[in-house]
């Protein structure tokens, strides 16, 4: 009996903590989808790609949904295609096509957002990188 009562107050605990947090605009779904969410909105794709310049990573980011595609860039176009076959590409864990709740959702849209930013900027660099005039 007391075991119930006890379990019935965690779980009534936990649903108004997680509506809570819904309700204070922080998306419903595993914390770990939250935080990847949040630390990937807080960077800035300009400066992760200049370091990763500097390790020597000229990988593009991916986004998985029905695939993995890098988002924001031509797959057709030949220093792209290089440069994935070569390197292969970076997987932003967690993102996916089966949306089952808020977290899912907005990792997904952040995901997207910072990756076309990042792939962007890094096939200019690509490009700039082949063009005669950068020798």
Do not use: W
């Not at 952040?110 to 890094?122: D, E, F, G, Q, S």
């Amino acid at each position: 009996m007391i075991r119930g009562v006890i379990g019935t107050v965690c779980l009534t605990l936990a649903a108004c903590a997680v509506s809570t947090a819904h309700a204070q605009g922080r998306p419903r779904g595993p914390a770990t989808l939250v935080a990847r969410a949040d630390s990937l909105a807080a960077l800035d794709p300009a400066t992760e790609l200049r370091k990763a310049i500097e390790r020597g990573d000229l990988r593009f980011i991916a986004v998985c949904g029905l695939s993995c595609r890098p988002p924001g860039v031509d797959l057709a176009d030949s220093a792209v295609a290089l440069a994935i076959r070569t390197g292969g590409l970076h997987y932003i864990e967690g993102t996916t096509d089966a949306v089952g709740n808020d977290a899912v959702a907005r990792l997904d849209g952040v995901a997207v957002k910072y990756a076309t930013r990042y792939n962007k900027l890094l096939a200019r660099r690509l490009h700039l990188a082949q063009s005669p005039d950068s020798t």
